[in-house]
Each structure stands twice: as C-alpha cells, then as structure tokens.
C-alpha cells in the first residue's frame, strides 16, 4: 500500500506541478495580453492622427488645385504677349508716321516762308526715321 501511497503523491505532486506550470503560462500569457492591448491602444491613436493629417493634406491640395488653377487663368501666354507686343509696335510706328509728316510739314512751311533755306529744309526732313524716296 505505501507503494500505492507513493504512485498516489507523486501523480498529485505532477498534477501539483502541472498546474503551477500552467497558471505561470496563463499569468504570462495575460501580461503579454495586456501589453499587446497598450500596443493596439497606441496604434489607434497613432492611425488617427494620420487620420487627421490626412484630412488636413487633403485640405491643403485643394486649396493649391483651386489657386494654381486661378493662376492658369489670369496667365498670361506667350502668343498673347507676342501679339500684344506686335500691337503695341505698330502703333508705336504709326504715332511716328504721323509726327514725322507733321515735322515735313512744318519745315517745308519755314521754307516757304523764308525761314529755313532749301538745304537746311531738306537736312532736317533727311533725319527721318522712315526712307524717303529721293527727290525729283
């Protein structure tokens, strides 16, 4: 019978031994469980202020979209300026045409009036920004 007693204690003393060993595994396993819970906490709020950030990028390109857009059109292009620079010539040469018959007429005024001699009338009409045809 002590031998019975025996195979008795030591079966308890595994028993005995295999639950410590499991409440240890289930002590750890509910540290780690704890730990892995901070961890998902932490990442929740991590993702939202991404979240935010996002929002907030998302804001921020739309505001440059409407304003590089505003910029497109109120640009001004190259063959528009071209065109306008064109423009701006021609009425700059016409303004000369315009002053420079209005200067031949006055020295061919003086002329005949005596003021200016024939060849001081024709050096100054000779000084003309625009080809004269010669003479006849």
């Given at each position: 019978?002590?031998q019975?007693?025996?195979t008795?204690?030591d079966?308890?003393?595994a028993?005995?031994?295999?639950?410590d060993?499991t409440?240890?595994?289930?002590?750890?396993?509910?540290n780690?469980i704890?730990?892995i819970k901070?961890?998902?906490?932490?990442?929740k709020?991590?993702?939202?202020s991404?979240?935010?950030?996002?929002?907030?990028?998302?804001q921020d390109?739309?505001?440059?979209?409407l304003k590089v857009?505003s910029?497109?059109?109120q640009m001004v292009?190259?063959?528009?300026?071209?065109?306008k620079?064109?423009?701006?010539r021609?009425?700059?040469?016409?303004?000369?045409?315009?002053?420079d018959?209005?200067?031949?007429?006055?020295?061919r005024?003086?002329?005949s009036?005596k003021?200016l001699?024939?060849k001081e009338a024709?050096?100054?009409?000779?000084?003309?920004?625009?080809?004269?045809?010669?003479?006849?």
């Amino acid at each position: 019978m002590s031998q019975s007693n025996t195979t008795l204690d030591d079966v308890l003393e595994a028993i005995n031994s295999f639950a410590d060993h499991t409440e240890e595994r289930f002590y750890n396993l509910s540290n780690e469980i704890v730990g892995i819970k901070k961890d998902v906490g932490s990442l929740k709020q991590d993702v939202g202020s991404l979240k935010q950030d996002v929002g907030s990028l998302k804001q921020d390109v739309g505001s440059l979209k409407l304003k590089v857009g505003s910029i497109q059109a109120q640009m001004v292009t190259k063959s528009y300026l071209d065109d306008k620079l064109a423009d701006l010539r021609g009425d700059l040469i016409s303004n000369d045409r315009k002053q420079d018959k209005k200067i031949d007429f006055l020295t061919r005024t003086l002329e005949s009036k005596k003021v200016l001699t024939a060849k001081e009338a024709d050096a100054i009409i000779s000084l003309s920004p625009f080809p004269r045809p010669p003479k006849i």
